[in-house]
Every structure is written in C-alpha cells, then in structure tokens.
C-alpha cells in the first residue's frame, strides 16, 4: 500500500552527485516504498536543486530505525557543536 506521505522544506547547503557539487535548494521526505532499499516502506530523502535539472539530485532511502537514529545523530552534533562555538565566541 502507497502511504504518499510527502513532506517538503526549502533547504540551503550543498550536494554532491555525479556531476560534482551543486546547491541544494529543496528536501522532499516522504515515507513509502523505497525505489532500491529492500523495505516494505523506507523513509526517503531527495535533496534537489530543479532549477539545475535531473542531475541535481542526492536520494537516500532508510530504515525507519536508521532514519530516527539519523535524527537523533543531527540533533547530537548540532546541539555540541553550537555549544562548542559558542565558548570559543565566549573566549
């Protein structure tokens, strides 16, 4: 059964795929069948930049346990690394 849970967020950073580096401009994430990953349903990710065209894109296709553990590794590095700059601000 097709679930066709997609969420959307403009992002900005960078990706790299077979043509090198390009801008990011979008995520899609949606929960599903995944096209390659051999699950029932995965939580897929699609960074893309359309205006660059079809070669902008990075997909990825988790677990639901890998995607949470993934969310909670972000979350980690983030809230360390934010600390971590703001002693070195603090001097």
Do not use: K, M, Q
């Given at each position: 059964m097709c679930t066709y849970v997609v969420e959307k967020?403009?992002?900005?950073?960078?990706?790299?795929?077979?043509?090198?580096?390009?801008?990011?401009k979008e995520a899609?994430?949606?929960?599903?069948?995944?096209?390659?990953?051999?699950?029932?349903?995965?939580?897929?990710?699609?960074?893309?930049?359309?205006a660059e065209g079809p070669g902008a894109r990075v997909a990825v296709e988790l677990s639901a346990d890998s995607a949470r553990a993934l969310v909670a590794a972000i979350l980690e590095?983030?809230?360390?690394?934010?600390?971590a700059e703001r002693r070195e601000m603090a001097g």
């Open positions: 967020t403009p992002i900005a950073g960078c990706g790299s795929g077979a043509e090198g580096w390009f801008d990011l899609n994430v949606s929960y599903d069948h995944p096209f390659n990953a051999p699950y029932e349903h995965a939580l897929n990710i699609d960074f893309t930049n359309e590095a983030l809230e360390r690394g934010e600390e």
